[in-house]
């Protein structure tokens, strides 16, 4: 069974009186990659309002391990 995957905003605070809301709706297919969802999920901000940075995207930063550094004092 295929499933999709929904990224929503709706913004209801500034238009209650109207009954009108301003809505993204966009939708991706569960077997998309990770880089697609990713891809989408850009698109999707930039509909929402929000732009990015020029020459740049979203994706994943594999996280180096830190080595912790201890002070000594004194000679070696």
Known sequence: MKTTHT???VDEAEYQSEKIFPE???K???EASLEDMLH???RFL????YIL???SYLDF???TPTI???EFRGEF
Do not use: L
């Open 7 to 9: 990224f929503r905003i």
């Open 24 to 26: 993204t709706d966009m």
């Open 28 to 30: 991706i297919c569960s």
């Open 40 to 42: 989408a999920f850009e």
């Open 46 to 49: 930039q509909a929402s309002g």
């Open 53 to 55: 940075p020029d020459n």
């Open 61 to 63: 930063v594999e996280e």
């Open 68 to 70: 912790p550094i201890h």
